[in-house]
């Protein structure tokens, strides 16, 4: 068992963005070697805990807030931080059930149901196996078994139900029904060629996106018929790429899609309902060799995108803005690897391929009245239903996206003194 004191790695002050940053408890003779990498980390739906994949097996479960002041966290006597052994590499993990925030007719009975009330973690293993735990316990609860490659990324549904989709490196994605606690067949999901890396569930959980790394699809999936929709990688302006991550907005209007090759990244903004590709922003940097983006996260109110890189630990983008509202200091030893936003926003956590996890305070940006009410409308609208709306063209640009313009430098305009 490691204590939290044991995990301290330094504490900057919040001039650099910088909260804080753990470290793994491993061995001296693991550090740096493979499986000591943090693959996943994730907060439970109303903030009050982090889990953190923090290598060879290991996840930390840690009761949030942390308490800290400006030398070192002050330890509470009551802290029941867990440490869960899943004597298999955690690929990715999840908290569930996450509460519907519009509840539809007949789903307030699964939401005050006891079983859906209970915290749960669910945890993706080298063995294909996904490992579900009680977090207030710390326990095993059961497994679900199927994949046949490693199960490498986990999402609930947004709704408050036990649904929970997975993929996989067996190149098919699958949608469990945790109430039956494994003993009922997933929903099976085929068509990628390759390993599917990343999967997204939208906010009104109709559809489900998936990358796949190496074919280049960008796939959506009727949550609703567990059927196939259609590839939103057609003609695409690169000869060769590699697909990192994808995130549906709060409102489910855009899927942003990470791309890398050679020393580029991009991130490309669609309309999954219509297929078209309403916005882009490229990187291109002058360093030898690659510049991989790794993950890609919607802040909580859709202001704002949190971008990790080979070359950067973190990076904020704000669609529409030419630079970022915020990007640390060049750095290729970042080693980056996932990122998260606390549920209520402030707080962006990554992770990082030494097993360390850092916090960072996210720039605040107060949501226009104009931007709450596209969010509010365009949580339960489609395109089609907007655009079939009588209103003016400029309003239709607005709802829709199509107003967010291309930018092909992502460097801040900001000096490198100004970012630190």
């Known amino acids: 068992m490691c204590s939290l004191k044991d995990n301290i790695r330094r504490i900057r002050s919040a001039s650099d963005g910088l909260i804080l940053e753990l470290k793994s408890a491993h061995p001296p003779s693991l550090e740096g070697r493979a499986g000591c990498e943090t693959w996943s980390v994730d907060f439970s739906p109303d903030g009050s805990w982090f889990a953190w994949s923090m290598g060879h097996g290991i996840v930390w479960v840690i009761a949030w807030p942390l308490q800290f002041d400006k030398v070192e966290i002050a330890l509470e006597s009551n802290r029941q931080d867990k440490t869960l052994n899943c004597d298999q590499t955690v690929w990715g ?43 207030v316990t710390g326990q095993p609860r059961f497994d679900l078994k199927g994949h ?35 003993k009922k067949e997933p929903h099976v999901l085929t068509g990628h060629k390759d390993w599917v890396s990343c999967c997204s569930v939208s906010p009104d959980c109709s559809m489900i996106a998936s990358i796949g790394r190496f074919d280049r699809m960008v796939c959506l999936w009727s949550l609703r018929s567990y059927t196939f929709i259609r590839n939103l990688m057609g003609i695409n302006h690169k000869t060769f790429y590699l697909l990192a991550s994808c995130d549906f907005s709060p409102d489910g209007a855009l899927l942003a899609t990470a791309a890398f090759s050679g020393s580029s990244w991009w991130i490309d903004l669609w309309d999954p309902y219509t297929a078209q590709k309403l916005s882009s922003l490229m990187d291109c940097s002058e360093m030898y060799g690659q510049n991989q983006i790794s993950s890609l996260r919607f802040s909580p109110e859709g202001l704002q995108l949190a971008i990790v890189t080979e070359d950067r630990a973190l990076q904020m983008w704000e669609p529409g803005q030419r630079g970022m509202v915020m990007q640390t200091k060049e750095d290729r030893a970042s080693n980056g690897l996932c990122c998260n936003f606390h549920p209520q926003g402030g707080v962006v956590a990554t992770g990082t391929r030494d097993g360390h996890v850092r916090f960072w305070r996210v720039p605040r940006s107060v949501p226009s009245l104009c931007h709450l009410c596209r969010s509010a409308l365009r ?17 239709l640009e607005f709802l829709t996206y199509r107003d967010i313009p291309n930018h092909s430098e992502a460097r801040s305009d900001r000096s490198s003194d100004e970012e630190e």
């Open 93 to 135: 993990l999840a908290f569930g059930p996450r509460p519907s925030k519009t509840p539809a007719p007949g789903e307030k009975a699964a939401s005050c149901d006891r079983e859906s009330s209970r915290l749960l973690l669910a945890t993706g293993l080298d063995n294909g196996v996904i490992k579900i735990w009680d977090v």
């Open 148 to 182: 046949e490659g490693i199960a490498r990324d986990l999402v609930f549904t947004p709704n408050g139900k036990l649904t929970l989709v997975s993929s996989s490196r067996d190149k098919t994605l699958r949608i469990w029904d945790l109430t039956q606690k494994g």
């Open 379 to 395: 949580h339960s609208v489609s395109t089609h239903q907007v655009e079939a709306l009588p209103i003016p063209r400029r309003i």
